[in-house]
């Protein structure tokens, strides 16, 4: 018996999902099919929402995982299949008895997103004919951009919101098999859908979030697995972030009780929401006590549906939660305080969320912080099945039938070697690669720009780490330092600022070559004023932390200048954050840009025209 029949044998059960973007349907978790064949047995489903089987699921993964080689090379000819009248495709000869791995990679070429902007433009702007996939995308995704400094398009289809939440129900069974959570219970979610708007060629545009939330399937799919919002949806689709946040602070208080666990995107947002709270909490007590709804909120829709949450006066809430704050001690533990029944915190914390991790610890107490999974607006990759493991260590297995996925190795200078990419069951262990991508919308060979490392297997599916967006490079001459250099750098400078009880906010870095030599300019805002000294000390620090061997023999002979530490005023970080949102971005998909190229120009002037004190390392002298 061939591997393939034997697997539908021993594995006879999908995940079944109704999938038309337009109506409103609901959907079941079925046992018929077989995993691999998603396209052929999908279909619209008349059956209501039934239990969530974590056991199923976690059984799903495990086969899925066994058989990751069959599976991903099914994934590949089903996508190929399905796009085989898509000019691109057919431009590189691929046609429909395309199914081979090997005749796929001779012929069509590995891409960044520059390459397939033009073919993106063209489907934004209304060309309905089979450019990337065979019919046309129903919404286009708006990455976060924050990285390259504009956001990208990117093809949104009803797959890529299937495999959204194939991720979660898969994460969240591992999830919930170590945290069990309470049936009736809610979640807390920081969630902000950002404004869709409708291209000139009526295609909706959008951010990846923003489709999803939008998605006829999202609240079926979050019920499904417990995971309820508190906030009423006209919170989540609010067009004002700010009142957005403070209302699903207050409705999570409301819930407070049933609360199970707190969750947003990106570490960054939770720790930007309870900074918040820290600010606002009077009021949102104020407005429980008396039952009446803060004037701050003015978007109609947004207050009478909260009005009605609230339903009167809570004077016996209010005093709760007015104890409870007072209580704290520089608000550690404010999350458990808040929500007393959570089991823990839930967001991205890896890669350039990691500075946020020890303020995120803080609040959270003894709550455990547990990963989000791995993705982009591209599409999700992995998951994450080792869910009490930390922040720090936390790591994602692929999910073998989420795309076809390519690993570029890296040399350990982070260049691409001259070898070509390997497939998923390829990779070696403690190898770098970049992740290549090729998925239902309309991405063939896709370079991701993201760089993982390989510290295992989940049977036969790579566990990774991830380690930087691999554009993230401040570099001069031989110098080459990522994100990650930088975060270490910045780190250990902050451990001397941490001496006179101050902490770094938010950090952000340029390379200067207008000077000669040219030199790494590091932006901090910091939570307290200090002498000019310890800022020397940190200044200095910094430049120490770079350990990359081509910075320190170009500072060295002074073919790099010295680093310069620019202060920047409170609220200078928000102002960036703003900015990004004004270009669409959404306030849950935000990742502050660790390197701001020169061609940022607004972020470089807001950072620029905020300095309020500059130091010049004198580390190398
Ligand atoms: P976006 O396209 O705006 O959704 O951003 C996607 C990017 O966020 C990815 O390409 C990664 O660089 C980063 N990212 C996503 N998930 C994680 C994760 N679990 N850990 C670290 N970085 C992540």
Request: hydrophobic share 35%; with cysteine.
């Amino acid at each position: 018996m061939g591997a393939k029949s034997k697997t539908k044998q021993t594995f006879s059960f999908d995940i079944k999902l109704g999938r038309n973007l337009a109506t409103s349907i609901t959907f079941t978790f079925s046992m018929v099919g077989s995993y691999t064949a998603r396209s052929n047995n999908i279909r619209m489903l008349e059956k209501k929402v039934e239990t969530f089987n974590m056991n199923r699921v976690i059984d799903e993964f495990e086969e899925m995982t066994r058989n990751a080689d069959q599976v991903q090379k099914q994934t590949l000819k089903e996508i190929l299949h399905k796009n085989q009248s898509a000019i691109y495709l057919q431009n590189f000869g691929i046609n429909g008895n395309t199914t081979d791995p090997e005749a796929f990679k001779a012929l069509v070429p590995l891409v960044t997103d520059l390459d397939l902007e033009p073919y993106i433009k063209r489907m934004v702007d209304g060309d309905t004919s089979p450019i990337l996939t065979a019919l046309p995308v129903p919404a286009i995704s708006l990455s976060s951009g924050t990285s390259q400094g504009r956001p990208k398009f990117i093809p949104f289809t009803d797959e890529l919101m299937e495999n959204t939440l194939q991720l979660f129900r898969t994460a969240f069974a591992f999830r919930n098999r170590d945290f069990p959570i309470d049936d009736n219970g809610r979640a807390l979610q920081f969630i902000f859908s950002s404004k869709q708007y409708i291209s000139k060629g009526g295609v909706p545009v959008g951010t990846a979030t923003t489709n999803v939330y939008r998605n006829p399937n999202f609240k079926a799919g979050m019920k499904s697995i417990q995971s309820l919002c508190c906030s009423p949806d006209e919170v989540i689709f609010s067009p004002d972030v700010h009142q957005a946040l403070y209302c699903h602070l207050l409705s999570g208080i409301l819930f407070r009780d049933q609360v199970q666990y707190v969750f947003a995107s990106f570490a960054h947002g939770l720790v930007h929401a309870f900074r918040t709270f820290e600010q606002l909490w009077e009021e949102i007590v104020t407005d429980i006590e008396d039952g009446v709804l803060s004037t701050r909120i003015t978007v109609p829709s947004v207050r009478t549906a909260m009005t009605k949450l609230l339903s009167g006066p809570n004077p016996e809430l209010a005093e709760t939660i007015r104890t409870k704050c007072m209580s704290l001690s520089n608000w550690y533990g404010l999350i458990p305080a808040l929500f007393p029944n959570a089991k823990y915190v839930y967001g991205i914390m890896t890669g350039s969320m990691e500075p946020y991790v020890k303020k995120l610890r803080h609040y959270a107490g003894e709550l455990p912080l547990v990963s989000h999974d791995y993705g982009s607006s591209e599409g999700w990759i992995a998951a994450n099945v080792r869910p009490r493991l930390s922040p720090e260590e936390a790591t994602f297995a692929v999910v073998p039938n989420l795309g076809y996925f390519e690993f570029l190795p890296l040399s350990e200078t982070g260049e691409t070697e001259e070898r070509p990419p390997v497939g998923l069951t390829e990779v070696k262990i403690g190898q770098e690669y970049e992740v290549v991508i090729t998925n239902y919308a309309g991405l063939y060979r896709y370079r991701l720009g993201d760089v993982v490392k390989i510290v295992g297997f989940y049977n036969k599916t790579p566990q990774l780490k991830f380690i930087c967006r691999r554009n993230l490079i401040l570099s001069i001459n031989i110098d080459k330092n990522t994100e990650r250099d930088l975060q270490m750098s910045v780190e250990s400078a902050a451990k001397r600022l941490a001496e006179e009880k101050i902490e770094v906010i938010d950090f952000s870095s340029h390379v200067d070559v207008k000077t000669e030599p040219g030199h790494y300019v590091i932006y901090w805002e910091i939570s307290g004023e200090t002498e000019d000294d310890v800022l020397q000390d940190c200044c200095n620090c910094l430049d120490k932390g770079f350990i990359d061997a081509g910075y320190m023999s170009s500072r060295k002979c002074k073919t790099i200048g010295a680093l310069e530490l620019k202060v920047v005023e409170r609220g200078t970080f928000r102002k960036v954050q703003e900015h990004f949102l004004g270009l669409g971005s959404s306030a849950g998909q935000f990742k502050m840009p660790r390197c701001v190229k020169p061609s940022n120009v607004k972020v470089l002037q807001i950072l620029c025209d905020n300095v309020v004190s500059r130091f010049f390392s004198t580390a190398f002298e």
